[in-house]
C-alpha cells in the first residue's frame, strides 16, 4: 500500500461487490479527492483512518451493510462536498466534529439507526443543498438556525 501514495485522485468501486471490510490503509492515500464504494457488501465500521484524506470531497459508502458508530474523525474532512452513507446499519448520534464539515453540499444519512437530536451544528453547513435525515431514529425539534440555510433545496 506504500506504493499507493501517489494513486488516483478518484477511486470508483461502485456497484463490485465487494466483501469485508474498509481498509484503514485508505487512509494513507493523501491525494486522494472521490471515494465511492456504493452498492457492495461491505461491512463492520468506517475506519477513523479515511479522516486522514484530507484532500477527500466527496465519501460515498451508500448501500452497503456498515455500522457502528459514525467516527468522529471524519470531522478532518473539511474539503468534503458529498457524504453519502445512506442505506447502512449505524447506531449513536452524528458526532459533533461533523460540525466542521462546513463545505458539504449533498449529506444522506437516511435509512440508518442514528438516534439522538437533530444537532444544531448543521446550521454551519452554509452550502448545503440536499439534507437526507429520513428513516433514522433521529428526535426533537428541526433546529431554527437551518432556517439560515438559503442554498438548501431538500430536507
Given at each position: 500500500m506504500t506504493k499507493m501514495k501517489h494513486f488516483s485522485?478518484?477511486?470508483?468501486?461502485?456497484?463490485?461487490?465487494?466483501?469485508?471490510?474498509?481498509?484503514?490503509?485508505?487512509?494513507?492515500?493523501p491525494k486522494l479527492k472521490i471515494l465511492?464504494?456504493?452498492?457492495?457488501?461491505?461491512?463492520?465500521?468506517i475506519p477513523?483512518?479515511?479522516?486522514?484524506?484530507?484532500?477527500?470531497?466527496?465519501?460515498?459508502?451508500?448501500?452497503?451493510l456498515l455500522g457502528g458508530s459514525l467516527p468522529p474523525d471524519l470531522g478532518n474532512l473539511t474539503r468534503l462536498?458529498?457524504?453519502?452513507?445512506?442505506?447502512?446499519?449505524f447506531t449513536g448520534t452524528l458526532p459533533d466534529t461533523f460540525g466542521n464539515l462546513k463545505s458539504l453540499n449533498d449529506f444522506?444519512?437516511?435509512g440508518s439507526?442514528?438516534?439522538?437530536?437533530i444537532p444544531e451544528f448543521i446550521g454551519n453547513w452554509i452550502n448545503?443543498?440536499?439534507l437526507d435525515l429520513q428513516g433514522t431514529s433521529?428526535?426533537?425539534?428541526?433546529?431554527?438556525?437551518?432556517?439560515?440555510?438559503?442554498?438548501?433545496?431538500?430536507?
Open positions: 485522485l478518484n477511486s470508483d468501486l461502485t456497484r463490485n461487490y465487494i466483501n469485508g471490510t474498509i481498509p484503514p490503509r485508505l487512509g494513507q492515500l465511492s464504494l456504493i452498492v457492495n457488501r461491505l461491512t463492520g465500521t477513523p483512518e479515511i479522516g486522514n484524506i484530507t484532500t477527500l470531497e466527496e465519501l460515498v459508502l451508500e448501500d452497503n462536498r458529498r457524504l453519502f452513507l445512506s442505506s447502512n446499519n444522506r444519512i437516511d439507526e442514528l438516534s439522538g437530536k448545503i443543498t440536499t433521529m428526535e426533537g425539534p428541526i433546529p431554527s438556525n437551518i432556517s439560515q440555510l438559503t442554498s438548501l433545496e431538500s430536507l
